[in-house]
């Protein structure tokens, strides 16, 4: 098996050098500096960031235009757990490090607050998973057994936890909202969206790998087939369904709002886990949706069960779409149904929630925009799969746009009416999640996070070595990204394991006498992570062994970008061969 590991890896890395174009390579737009918008990116994200902290925090978000704060999705400082990663990916290794210890100290799980499951899993259990895998190459004294333990994994293992009871279903479906002290309130709905069902895998799957404890992703695959073993007979699925009865309540079937991550999780589920059962099930959907719902690389929404148009209309929340196509190998018509998606953006100078396609307008009451980030977070991937300098264009108009209509004095302002421009006093978590990370990503192509493998680093657990930092990041839907090579770097816990594995660093140490540093990639958060003492331990280069196959159960393409990685398995799990 390891030869065949080993084979696997180098057809990969072939399949890669083939398929990805070199990095910082590729047309730009004509005219379009890209380092000078990155900094532009860069500036708008501190604005936004100081601002909070300035008038906002402790309270989940900012309100711009009054110049304070709220709480919105139960108190945990919500903008300051998302922004975290952001803030290394922008290279800022010592505010990283500060915000590391402002929420051990300040952030408390046990409150009683009525919590949605959905949110609470995607910002903050996903915030800290990130922030936790991420820490010592943001230069944190990682404890011993790290990343198998430390303080942010404990954190995400007991907000997760704290979810848990909303799983205790018949069917395995969760409820929506749940209360952090006391459980599933009595008289709680039972009626959840889609997504709100299906979009658990990629944190809780992590949790499970790290911890040892198998309950989250058990309970998040128990989710993801209840809601495959009750889709129609075309082989679509709802908007909302009972989570008691399995009885659909909502049926309209399509790939926005209600239903969108779903997919999502499905497939980057599927990388994450190499788990060829959850990509087989998105590829069915992908049949269905392209079959009923496509209609000149646009997609509609239609009768679960007969597949007749209910609305003929394009969510915002829909432009997630052309990213994970890219994912799966199918670039052609993404970019067909991007170029669709980005006619609107161009039409209104952001994407209103709702548009109606034959009307060519918006829909009344969904006019507005939160400063949403999927037409750039497709943006993002498939110009690292084209480099068509088009996708530059579209993070171009998104920083003027923005820049233009939205930014105030205390941050960014929703957009309430694209029509005129009003704004509103809300500024989401997700802006600095996803929607600036997004944008930073896209004109920054030598950032870590793009790493092709060509650097890594190796770590010593209780359970035996380990490569981390190789690529390959997998982005949960509110962008926070989870590198998979860390869910096989730990075992469930046995006491007597760190004498074992002392033992094996001895003799291996006598052993073994050759190594070679990999020389990391250089600082790409040119302004303040400039300005950082070589605090952070990414600073070294990492450890490769020298003729020796590897001990420790490693992905089978550990070394590939995101975006190329699953277009090639997207092409192996297509292949019966």
Same mark, same amino acid.
Request: proline letters at 5%; hydrophobic letters at 40%.
């Given at each position: 098996?390891?030869?065949?590991?080993?084979?696997?890896?180098?057809?990969?890395?072939?399949?890669?050098?083939?398929?990805?174009?070199?990095?910082?390579?590729?047309?730009?737009?004509?005219?379009?500096?890209?380092?000078?918008?990155?900094?532009?990116?860069?500036?708008?994200?501190?604005?936004?960031?100081?601002?909070?902290?300035?008038?906002?925090?402790?309270?989940?978000?900012?309100?711009?235009?009054?110049?304070?704060?709220?709480?919105?999705?139960?108190?945990?400082?919500?903008?300051?757990?998302?922004?975290?990663?952001?803030?290394?990916?922008?290279?800022?290794?010592?505010?990283?490090?500060?915000?590391?210890?402002?929420?051990?100290?300040?952030?408390?799980?046990?409150?009683?607050?009525?919590?949605?499951?959905?949110?609470?899993?995607?910002?903050?259990?996903?915030?800290?998973?990130?922030?936790?895998?991420?820490?010592?190459?943001?230069?944190? @004294?990682?404890?011993?057994?790290?990343?198998?333990?430390?303080?942010?994994?404990?954190?995400?293992?007991?907000?997760?936890?704290?979810?848990?009871?909303?799983?205790?279903?018949?069917?395995?479906?969760?409820?929506?909202?749940?209360?952090?002290?006391?459980?599933?309130?009595?008289?709680?709905?039972?009626?959840?969206?889609?997504?709100?069902?299906?979009?658990?895998?990629?944190?809780?799957?992590?949790?499970?790998?790290?911890?040892?404890?198998?309950?989250?992703?058990?309970?998040?695959?128990?989710?993801?087939?209840?809601?495959?073993?009750?889709?129609?007979?075309?082989?679509?699925?709802?908007?909302?369904?009972?989570?008691?009865?399995?009885?659909?309540?909502?049926?309209?079937?399509?790939?926005?709002?209600?239903?969108?991550?779903?997919?999502?999780?499905?497939?980057?589920?599927?990388?994450?886990?190499?788990?060829?059962?959850?990509?087989?099930?998105?590829?069915?959907?992908?049949?269905?949706?392209?079959?009923?719902?496509?209609?000149?690389?646009?997609?509609?929404?239609?009768?679960?069960?007969?597949?007749?148009?209910?609305?003929?209309?394009?969510?915002?929340?829909?432009?997630?779409?052309?990213?994970?196509?890219?994912?799966?190998?199918?670039?052609?018509?993404?970019?067909?149904?991007?170029?669709?998606?980005?006619?609107?953006?161009?039409?209104?100078?952001?994407?209103?929630?709702?548009?109606?396609?034959?009307?060519?307008?918006?829909?009344?009451?969904?006019?507005?925009?939160?400063?949403? *980030?999927?037409?750039?977070? !497709?943006?993002?991937?498939?110009?690292?799969?084209?480099?068509?300098?088009?996708?530059?264009?579209?993070?171009?108009?998104?920083?003027?746009?923005?820049?233009?209509?939205?930014?105030?004095?205390?941050?960014?302002?929703?957009?309430?009416?694209?029509?005129?421009?009003?704004?509103?006093?809300?500024?989401?978590?997700?802006?600095?999640?996803?929607?600036?990370?997004?944008?930073?990503?896209?004109?920054? *192509?030598?950032?870590?996070?793009?790493?092709?493998?060509?650097?890594?680093?190796?770590?010593?657990?209780?359970?035996?070595?380990?490569?981390?930092?190789?690529?390959?990041?997998?982005?949960?839907?509110?962008?926070?990204?989870?590198?998979?090579?860390?869910?096989?770097?730990?075992?469930?816990?046995?006491?007597?394991?760190?004498?074992? @594995?002392?033992?094996?660093?001895?003799?291996?140490?006598?052993?073994?006498?050759?190594?070679?540093?990999?020389?990391?990639?250089?600082?790409?958060?040119?302004?303040?992570?400039?300005?950082?003492?070589?605090?952070?331990?990414?600073?070294?280069?990492? @450890?490769?062994?020298?003729?020796?196959?590897?001990?420790?159960?490693?992905?089978?393409?550990? !070394?590939? !970008?995101?975006?190329?990685?699953?277009?090639?398995?997207?092409?192996?799990?297509?292949?019966?061969?």
């Amino acid at each position: 098996m390891a030869a065949l590991r080993s084979l696997g890896s180098f057809l990969c890395l072939w399949a890669l050098r083939l398929l990805a174009p070199p990095a910082g390579t590729g047309a730009a737009a004509p005219g379009l500096d890209v380092a000078s918008y990155r900094e532009r990116v860069r500036a708008m994200f501190y604005h936004a960031y100081e601002h909070y902290l300035e008038s906002a925090f402790p309270y989940d978000e900012l309100r711009p235009l009054t110049c304070d704060g709220q709480d919105t999705w139960g108190s945990f400082s919500l903008t300051l757990i998302d922004a975290l990663d952001t803030l290394l990916i922008l290279g800022n290794v010592s505010e990283f490090q500060r915000v590391v210890n402002v929420l051990q100290e300040g952030v408390d799980f046990d409150i009683d607050v009525n919590a949605s499951v959905f949110e609470t899993n995607i910002r903050v259990v996903g915030g800290l998973l990130s922030a936790h895998l991420l820490s010592k190459k943001a230069g944190v @004294e990682v404890e011993v057994g790290w990343p198998c333990s430390g303080p942010l994994l404990r954190m995400a293992e007991e907000a997760a936890r704290k979810l848990l009871p909303a799983f205790q279903t018949p069917t395995g479906m969760p409820y929506g909202t749940v209360n952090l002290l006391h459980g599933v309130n009595p008289g709680e709905t039972p009626v959840t969206c889609t997504a709100g069902i299906g979009t658990f895998i990629v944190e809780f799957a992590t949790l499970s790998h790290l911890t040892g404890d198998p309950v989250f992703e058990d309970v998040a695959r128990k989710a993801l087939k209840a809601l495959w073993k009750n889709r129609s007979d075309i082989g679509l699925v709802g908007n909302h369904i009972d989570v008691l009865t399995a009885k659909w309540v909502a049926q309209d079937a399509g790939i926005g709002a209600g239903v969108d991550s779903y997919f999502e999780y499905l497939v980057k589920g599927a990388i994450l886990l190499q788990d060829k059962e959850l990509m087989s099930m998105f590829l069915e959907y992908n049949k269905a949706i392209k079959n009923y719902t496509k209609f000149d690389d646009w997609y509609l929404w239609v009768q679960m069960y007969k597949g007749t148009v209910s609305m003929p209309v394009f969510q915002s929340l829909e432009a997630y779409w052309p990213g994970l196509q890219s994912l799966i190998g199918d670039v052609d018509n993404a970019m067909r149904t991007f170029l669709n998606y980005y006619t609107v953006w161009k039409q209104f100078g952001g994407l209103p929630e709702f548009y109606n396609i034959p009307q060519g307008y918006t829909v009344d009451k969904r006019e507005g925009y939160p400063l949403r *980030p999927e037409l750039i977070e !497709s943006a993002m991937y498939l110009y690292r799969a084209t480099r068509d300098p088009t996708l530059l264009e579209l993070g171009r108009d998104a920083v003027e746009s923005i820049e233009k209509i939205s930014k105030v004095d205390c941050g960014f302002a929703t957009i309430k009416d694209l029509r005129d421009h009003r704004l509103d006093n809300r500024m989401e978590s997700f802006f600095l999640a996803e929607t600036v990370k997004y944008l930073y990503l896209l004109f920054d *192509p030598d950032n870590f996070i793009h790493n092709d493998g060509s650097v890594f680093d190796v770590v010593i657990t209780p359970y035996g070595e380990c490569v981390l930092n190789a690529g390959g990041y997998v982005f949960n839907t509110e962008a926070h990204p989870i590198d998979p090579a860390a869910l096989h770097c730990c075992r469930k816990r046995k006491e007597e394991q760190w004498e074992v @594995e002392d033992l094996m660093r001895e003799f291996y140490s006598l052993k073994k006498n050759k190594k070679f540093t990999l020389k990391r990639a250089s600082d790409h958060g040119e302004g303040e992570s400039a300005k950082e003492p070589k605090d952070a331990s990414s600073e070294k280069g990492g @450890e490769k062994r020298n003729s020796r196959k590897s001990s420790h159960s490693l992905l089978s393409c550990p !070394s590939q !970008s995101f975006n190329s990685k699953l277009a090639v398995l997207g092409q192996v799990f297509l292949d019966n061969t």
